[in-house]
């Protein structure tokens, strides 16, 4: 997995949250940018959770980017 693909996510506007999953199985949602941090080299990403704790991953170890699809306006609108 490219450390670019995952700044670009980061830095997408509209932000679109996603999941990074590691080798090992562990995943972690990213729901806004603020809660992730890359660092200048790209060799090592924080993620930073809710409760203020703090994950470092090696970037070298996700293998996936996950990225969720955008809630329709429209389809929810129309739901009674």
Do not use: C, Q
């Not at 199985?25 to 090592?44: A, E, K």
């Amino acid at each position: 997995m490219s450390i670019d693909e995952l700044r670009k996510l980061r830095e997408a506007n509209p932000f679109l949250a996603f999941t990074i999953r590691l080798a090992d199985g562990r995943s972690y949602r990213i729901n806004h940018r603020d809660y992730l941090s890359i660092s200048p080299v790209g060799r090592t990403v924080i993620v930073y959770g809710e409760d203020g704790g703090f994950d470092i991953l090696d970037a070298l170890l996700i293998t996936v980017l996950s990225v969720e699809k955008p809630a329709d306006p429209v389809a929810s609108e129309n739901v009674n």
